[in-house]
């Protein structure tokens, strides 16, 4: 009797979520009535997923190539799941900063851990041979990447450090964005003249950029942190977590890169040309670069010392403690 009344109650609620939708209940019942079982397979569209592989060459590790390159772009998708949520959040509560912070903070955790498939899972020789395959596509050109940053922090903390500090907040988006750091990492420094990889990469998404820079004008995630109350400001975790953040999305994952990018673009004092034409060995360095989300979260020696300490102990560990 207790199960009929509990369906009796559940079939209102339905009927009452449905009424305004031009159909009656009975219509969405023979619907679930004719609809298929949902299998595993179907719900996450394996059969697609596993599709999406498509080397260029006979290499048997581009395949390796290739799915590492998909997975990271999938914990990016996660990253900036976990950004919007934060950017739309209007209640300023802050177990729920926090809490998104941990989620994006463990994304990375798991990035910058598994890299070491990219570092030593494949053969140098082949690498070298089908990288040859892939021009002018480069991991240059990953558009979430810059979407993480974008919805992370104020186009001026993204402009080239070289020239940061003659932009602010009072520059336009298109002023700011024109100066952003990468552009420069696909730029050739004796002519000036961007490289194609660059060329097809602002064609692409410039328009979406700007359009997401705008969107989160004044409201990314440091505009957030900065406009709460003190007392919340100063929570620990919260601060915490977004230390952690800018270690990770600016230190620790551009220095994995770097570890591969010796490892396969380096042969004694020779430098190989990444397959973009992207100058990697002055693009990569979180030390060169100085990209910092929120930097009122960090000393003037740590900001200072930006990334410099990482880089002397994996590339010179004899000169650190």
Do not use: C
């Amino acid at each position: 009797m207790k199960n009929k009344e509990q369906i009796a109650a559940q079939i209102e609620k339905l009927a009452e979520k449905y009424k305004d939708s031009g159909q009656d209940l009975s219509s969405y019942l023979d619907g679930l009535l004719y609809q298929r079982y949902l299998t595993y397979w179907d719900y996450i569209h394996l059969d697609t997923l596993l599709s999406l592989q498509v080397p260029r060459t006979y290499f048997p590790d581009e395949e390796i190539f290739i799915m590492y390159h998909q997975i990271t772009e999938l914990y990016f998708k996660l990253i900036i799941h976990e950004e919007k949520q934060i950017v739309d959040d209007q209640s300023q509560e802050v177990n729920l900063f926090v809490e998104k912070l941990n989620r994006i903070n463990n994304y990375y955790k798991a990035l910058i851990s598994s890299f070491s498939i990219m570092i030593t899972g494949m053969e140098r020789e082949q690498f070298m041979r089908y990288r040859m395959a892939l021009l002018p596509s480069s991991g240059f050109q990953s558009a979430q990447y810059r979407m993480i940053e974008i919805y992370a922090t104020p186009l001026e903390n993204l402009v080239h450090e070289s020239d940061r500090a003659d932009y602010s907040a009072e520059n336009s988006i298109e002023e700011l964005y024109e100066n952003i750091y990468w552009k420069k990492g696909a730029t050739d420094v004796n002519t000036g003249e961007k490289t194609l990889t660059l060329k097809q990469f602002e064609y692409r998404y410039t328009p979406r950029f700007i359009r997401i820079a705008r969107e989160v004008e004044g409201s990314t995630i440091y505009h957030k942190y900065l406009k709460m109350p003190e007392k919340s400001r100063n929570t620990k975790a919260l601060k915490d977590a977004l230390r952690k953040m800018d270690l990770n999305a600016n230190v620790n994952w551009p220095l994995m890169h770097m570890g591969s990018a010796y490892r396969y673009l380096s042969k004694g004092d020779k430098t190989i040309e990444a397959t973009g034409g992207t100058n990697w060995k002055e693009y990569l360095p979180p030390s060169f670069q100085k990209v910092v989300f929120f930097p009122k979260l960090h000393t003037e020696k740590e900001l200072e010392n930006w990334g410099k300490q990482w880089v002397d102990h994996l590339f010179n560990p004899e000169r650190t403690t």
